[in-house]
């Protein structure tokens, strides 16, 4: 990039040093325990404040070349208290006390000086930099306090109406006042347009990082039905498989190892095996300890629910051979079942998606009564997926709570097969 003859600087210097600037207000009287809706009305107030700074000395170095000095005084008055004002809060982060004097300043400084001017007209419509105290206002604080600055900027409006009669003019010439009133309505609406687009851009950053947390929590159709209407969600699925896989011996390893070592070691197993979730376009449900949960077919209905749950099984086994996690080897039961089931989010509070019904259970069973590094599954999932997988009868076994069940283990996809992977 070539640099500037004059300056030596590269050209986007000015747009890096305004940016710089913009950053160093935003920190004015941030603190760390602030919210992000905290952080974001320092910020927006901060930089309406310090930002319009060069604007207000700008307009009293004008007047005072007009020969209007009393007019001079009013913007002058601000470009001193606001940098002490903000010294303030930057040593007290007290945002109620300076969010409360800047409106105030804001409000009142531009009515005094169309009072000092003579009028609307003879001050080429000033008081339009008071309409940003109700805007800001309604960006930063509730409703009611808004409609405290809205009503307090209509009665000045009033007040001025009745008295302009009575004003003397300041004797500005004529092309003076006509291009101050193109400066003062011009630099108003960039200032609004300015602040709406700053703060508008950081309410969908901070929103779209919490939809993206939501997302992580719930499926998607859930979360939707939440934000309208926060009830019991449950719906009955009637085909959807369900698979569980716990790592073996994990009670006596636990034992071994320190509390940050072991969770560690399960965030690095549970990241592998959430990203072949999502390859898949399954749904994670939750993870118990050492215990992780998947289901298909929930909460969005798919014909090979149980197909792609065995898929996702076989590609866990694979990722477990092939890898060491926390520098050890792990071994994994894994069972699964399908059937129907109840899906849903129950309670007010740390909502949480969740299966319930009979084949859940068996699934659950099928993984605590399975084998080490064995796939294994239910009748009700083998008719699902013998085209697909080849697998090996492992005769009945007595299930905890039910009668005898037929099994069997999964050894591996036909060779004709791929796997379900959805596009």
Not at 190 to 199: H, N, P, R, S, W
Not at 211 to 224: G, H, M, Q
Not at 230 to 250: G, N
Not at 356 to 369: I, K, L, Y
Request: charged share 20%.
């Amino acid at each position: 990039m070539e640099q500037d003859r004059a300056t030596g600087r590269r050209p986007g210097w000015i747009s890096d040093y305004t940016k710089g600037l913009v950053a160093l207000a935003g920190r004015i009287g941030i603190d760390p325990t602030d919210s992000n809706e905290t952080a974001l009305q320092k910020r927006l107030v901060v930089l309406l404040s310090v930002g319009t700074l060069p604007l207000t000395i700008l307009w009293s170095a004008i007047y005072v070349v007009a020969g209007a000095p009393l007019s001079a005084a009013v913007p002058g008055l601000y470009s001193v208290i606001t940098p002490i004002n903000t010294l303030v809060f930057a040593w007290t982060r007290n945002l109620g006390f300076y969010r409360f004097t800047q409106l105030l300043l804001i409000l009142i400084l531009p009515w005094l000086l169309m009072m000092s001017l003579g009028g609307f007209k003879e001050s080429s419509v000033v008081i339009i930099w008071a309409a940003l105290c109700p805007l800001v206002s309604l960006l930063l604080e509730d409703l009611r306090q808004t409609m405290l600055w809205i009503v307090g900027f209509v009665v000045l409006l009033i007040v001025s109406a009745f008295l302009e009669p009575h004003l003397a003019p300041a004797g500005l010439p004529e092309d003076f006042v006509t291009w101050f009133f193109v400066l003062n309505v011009g630099t108003v609406i960039a200032i609004v347009f300015g602040l709406l687009y700053y703060f508008v851009g950081q309410r969908n950053f901070f929103q779209e990082r919490s939809e993206a947390l939501l997302l992580n929590i719930l499926p998607r159709e859930i979360s939707e039905a939440l934000k309208v209407d926060r009830r019991t969600i449950a719906a009955h699925h009637d085909a959807a498989s369900i698979l569980f896989a716990d790592v073996v011996d994990f009670t006596p390893m636990a034992a071994t190892m320190t509390p940050l070592h072991l969770v560690d070691l399960l965030n690095e197993v549970f990241q592998c095996f959430d990203t072949l979730v999502e390859k898949y376009d399954l749904e994670k449900i939750k993870t118990i300890g050492d215990c992780y949960m998947v289901a298909a077919g929930v909460p969005r209905s798919r014909p090979d629910h149980a197909t792609a749950l065995v898929d996702l099984a076989l590609d866990m086994q694979d990722a477990v051979a092939e890898r060491r996690f926390g520098g050890r080897e792990l071994a994994f039961r894994i069972g699964i079942n399908s059937g129907p089931v109840v899906a849903g989010v129950i309670g007010r509070k740390k909502f949480i998606y969740d299966l319930w019904g009979e084949a859940v259970n068996v699934a659950s069973r099928m993984e605590s009564q399975g084998q080490r590094q064995a796939i294994q599954i239910t009748r009700t999932t083998f008719d699902l997926i013998k085209d697909d997988f080849d697998c090996e009868a492992r005769g009945t076994i007595k299930v905890k709570g039910a009668d005898q069940m037929e099994v069997w283990h999964v050894l591996g996809r036909k060779a004709s097969q791929r796997p379900h992977v959805h596009r």
